[in-house]
């Protein structure tokens, strides 16, 4: 059973009020005990209680009590703080109020009588929306009002009042649970005195109640893992719902989501394997009724899907094997265009590319509604990258050792002449290609990232009797001719000196 020991006195049977106005950040509120009090309790409360405030409390001998420095003794709810002292002197106490924007503050000193100690309170459903409650108090008068709360938050006191009020140390009561959303309750006991002093106790079982005045369930509810997230889809007429994800063991509500499709991807909370997952419908505010069901991140689909590696081609047909182990079936969009469904067989799938972008995306889903879904993007290009030469080189013949080969491919495209990479300006090219004696090859490519070329081949002539070689010879011979006439009137002239 879980307890509140630290709520004990709301009103008491001795008070001392001491009030002060606190709008600053933090305020020192002076409250003087004119005797010694045993089991004393400090309660401070501001007027904006939607605000948010720590508290610390100094004796007159310097002992300090706070949020911070005695939380075991402090006990804090929504616009008060409850500081149990226990034995308290006489003289000036010193509470000091930290917040912003409270408001006016109040501080309220006084003594608990008896501890109304919760021994026993259980709840046992006896219908749909039909409970019967029990519980036993000790150390408090026989007076004791007894009033019971029904909490989708099991740490909240903030519940909604299902029972009329009981009375006595001990006993039992019927009620029924009120116009509220379907869903998992937490009930607890609140037991008052007639001096105002109070305690609280929850009921540890949670019970799950089904408001059949509410709307229909939602129709073909399907929960299950898609990749390590959670799906959860439903059948319903136009409108809003809410996909939910609850504790599978305290059945608190971990994560919502108000949609107006017909599905939800919701991510697992951080720190869980397995949750209850459930959807219905939200419309003004209002739950409809709905099931639970378990989604466990071990179901995950034991699956893989094989894609072609590159993520542009040229073909238009490409491969995809799927595997996957158990009784699964599987899908596939290309395209957001459904192309297979519910396969039963493992193997390879041939998939018909449209120009341009692809999305092909499979999916595998075992019995229980758990999907692995694998994405690709494939680009298919089929067309030939554009490619056009300054001039047709074919049959040209030169005297030079070298020729400029010139012109424009398109984007993105890759250029070679003769195996060499040619860069680009822009889309535009001038490379200069050397030359050989006789019969020169030239060999262009543009190639794009699909794999498409384009070629543009020529045979380019260097001569070797060309007007430039001939120039040369004849330069050449010319000055054999020379060298040897002059030699000739070189040995001449000996002859003559020597008669």
Do not use: H
């Not at 059949?212 to 799906?231: F, P, Q």
């Not at 680009?424 to 019969?439: A, D, E, I, M, W």
């Amino acid at each position: 059973m879980k307890k509140v020991s630290g709520i004990l006195a709301a009103v008491f049977l001795c008070l001392l009020l001491c009030r002060s106005e606190v709008y600053a950040a933090t305020q020192d509120i002076a409250v003087n005990l004119a005797e010694n009090r045993t089991d004393c309790i400090f309660q401070i409360a501001w007027e904006e209680t939607e605000k948010e405030a720590s508290v610390r409390i100094v004796s007159p001998s310097g002992q300090v009590y706070g949020t911070e420095e005695t939380p075991d003794q402090v006990t804090v709810m929504t616009g008060f703080i409850y500081v149990y002292i226990g034995d308290a002197a006489a003289g000036q106490w010193t509470v000091s109020v930290t917040g912003d924007g409270l408001g006016s503050a109040e501080v309220t000193v006084g003594s608990l009588p008896e501890s109304m100690n919760v021994d026993v309170f259980s709840v046992t459903e006896t219908g749909n929306g039909s409970y019967r409650a029990e519980w036993s108090i000790s150390d408090c008068p026989e007076d004791v009002t007894i009033r019971i709360y029904a909490s989708k938050n099991p740490d909240s006191y903030e519940g909604t009042e299902v029972s009329g009020s009981g009375r006595g140390a001990a006993g039992n009561m019927n009620f029924t649970m009120p116009d509220v959303d379907s869903g998992y309750y937490y009930f607890y006991l609140s037991v008052t005195a007639g001096s105002g002093a109070f305690n609280y106790a929850y009921c540890d079982t949670p019970y799950f109640y089904d408001n059949t005045g509410r709307a229909d369930k939602l129709t073909a509810v399907s929960a299950g893992l898609l990749n390590s997230d959670i799906y959860i889809s439903w059948e319903g007429e136009a409108g809003t719902y809410l996909a939910m994800l609850f504790d599978p063991d305290t059945k608190e509500l971990l994560l919502s989501e108000e949609t107006e499709e017909q599905s939800s991807l919701l991510a697992m909370p951080e720190g869980y394997t397995t949750v209850l997952a459930g959807a219905a419908s939200y419309d003004s505010g209002r739950l409809g009724r709905f099931d639970l069901y378990e989604v466990s991140a071990d179901n995950m689909v034991d699956a893989t899907v094989q894609f072609p590696d590159e993520s542009a081609t040229n073909r238009t047909v490409v491969t995809v094997n799927v595997t996957f182990s158990g009784n699964c079936t599987v899908s596939a969009t290309l395209n957001g265009e459904l192309m297979l469904e519910q396969s039963s067989e493992a193997g390879d799938y041939s998939v018909e590319l449209e120009e341009g972008d692809n999305t092909i995306v499979f999916m595998v889903s075992d019995a229980n509604g758990n999907m692995a879904s694998f994405v690709k993007e494939l680009y298919l290009d089929s067309i030939a990258p554009q490619l056009s030469m300054a001039r047709n080189l074919d049959g040209v013949t030169v005297d030079e050792d070298y020729i400029y080969v010139e012109g424009y491919t398109e984007a993105g495209a890759s250029l070679t002449c003769n195996g060499q990479k040619i860069e680009l300006v822009g889309n535009y090219f001038s490379y200069r290609q050397p030359l050989s004696l006789g019969k020169n090859e030239i060999r262009v490519v543009a190639a794009d990232i699909a794999g498409n070329e384009t070629q543009y081949t020529a045979e380019v002539r260097r001569p070797f009797w060309s007007s430039g070689i001939l120039r040369w010879i004849i330069l050449g011979a010319a000055a054999v001719a020379l060298i040897l006439v002059e030699t000739v009137l070189l040995v001449r002239g000996k002859r003559r000196s020597r008669r």
